[in-house]
């Protein structure tokens, strides 16, 4: 029986911007496995959220092209009274700000109620009620009886995140998607949230994404790791062969820019992702960025190559990389090309 959970298949979502449409989402292809966290790393605007809203197909206005198999169930195409049942139900998501994404005006035990009520009808009020006290206990939340009551701008962040979370897990979703989960919250906060995920996978089995720009966080949890910049999908590893033997510049200048304990100089790699209308869509979507490699390093059409057993980077230029001296650094930016 095939492990596998979730499959993207050639996904692109594009915005329109004016009168013409831009790929936010640029022919991504990935799977994750059951019981599998996937992370997904890159930085601000590289893509990230505009995937995982195409996955969960939260997206109203975008154009959405290729395919996002769950269980080998398209989510692109299907009617939109699948998708309802789909969504709270296989699939879940939990969000950035968890004060957004709580209705401020009720309780949060009819915050969960609801969810359950929308994918389990059989479960009466008191079942649901029963139901909704257990899953704040199994996210932490003490005192859940009490928690039932309250409403969402009576608890603290990271209560509410919890709170987003039991919403998420009600149903036992097969896919939980992470977007930046512990972004909005303290640091001693983040920690325990991120403990709290890592307990869910083994209680529940589900297969996780979880986005984020911060690689500590994809060191502890992930077990394969996608690097995303401009679109792409630009180096996909198990978590250790990634962080071992990082092959793709910008997945070496995302691990350069993090401070290793033995090592006194880091080099972080000037620029930001270009925003969509100007991201350049022929060659390496890199290159701009590494102006010192020579152009010939690159690939015209850049593909992803299995450089070993389930290690995938994009180009041929990381064979030719390496990271410059100050001097050519500067000169080659002097020279325009940042
Ligand atoms: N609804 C939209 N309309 C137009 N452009 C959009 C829309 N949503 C996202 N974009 C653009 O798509 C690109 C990717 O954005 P996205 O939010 O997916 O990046 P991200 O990697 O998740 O960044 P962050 O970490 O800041 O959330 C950015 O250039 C962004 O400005």
């Not at 909704?132 to 928690?147: C, F, K, Q, S, T």
């Not at 995938?312 to 050519?328: A, G, K, L, M």
Request: charged share 25%.
């Amino acid at each position: 029986m095939s492990n596998e959970l979730l499959k993207i298949k050639n996904l692109s979502t594009s915005f329109r911007i004016g009168d013409e449409y831009y790929a936010a989402v640029d022919d991504v292809t990935l799977t994750l496995n059951k019981n599998e966290v996937l992370g997904i790393v890159g930085e601000s605007g590289s893509g990230k959220s505009a995937l995982a809203f195409s996955v969960m197909r939260l997206h109203t206005k975008a154009k959405i092209e290729g395919e996002v198999l769950l269980n080998n169930q398209d989510i692109v195409t299907m009617p939109k009274s699948k998708l309802d049942k789909i969504r709270g139900d296989e699939m879940a998501m939990i969000f950035q700000d968890p004060l957004t994404a709580l209705n401020p005006l009720t309780p949060i035990g009819g915050q969960i109620e609801e969810t359950l009520f929308l994918h389990n009808r059989k479960l009466g009020q008191q079942g649901r009620k029963k139901r909704a006290v257990e899953l704040l206990d199994l996210v932490g939340i003490p005192n859940a009886e009490r928690v039932f009551e309250q409403f969402p701008h009576e608890l603290s962040g990271g209560m509410r995140q919890r709170v987003i979370i039991a919403i998420a897990i009600a149903n036992d979703p097969k896919l939980l998607i992470a977007d930046e989960p512990t972004t909005a919250l303290d640091v001693t906060i983040q920690a325990q949230i991120l403990d709290l995920i890592r307990e869910l996978k083994e209680k529940i089995h589900a297969g996780i994404i979880l986005i984020t720009h911060d690689l500590g966080v994809v060191a502890e949890m992930a077990d394969r790791v996608a690097v995303m910049y401009a679109g792409q999908i630009v180096e996909i590893a198990s978590v250790e062969k990634l962080f071992e033997n990082p092959l793709h510049p910008y997945t070496r200048s995302l691990l350069n820019s993090v401070p290793v304990e033995g090592q006194d100089t880091l080099h972080v790699i000037q620029g930001v992702v270009p925003s969509l209308k100007n991201l350049p869509r022929e060659g390496c979507r890199f290159a701009a960025r590494i102006p010192w490699v020579d152009a010939s390093a690159h690939e015209e059409n850049p593909t992803m190559h299995e450089v070993e057993s389930g290690h995938f980077v994009r180009c041929t230029c990381h064979e030719h990389f390496y990271i410059p001296d100050q001097n050519e650094e500067k000169g080659e930016q002097s020279n325009g090309i940042s």
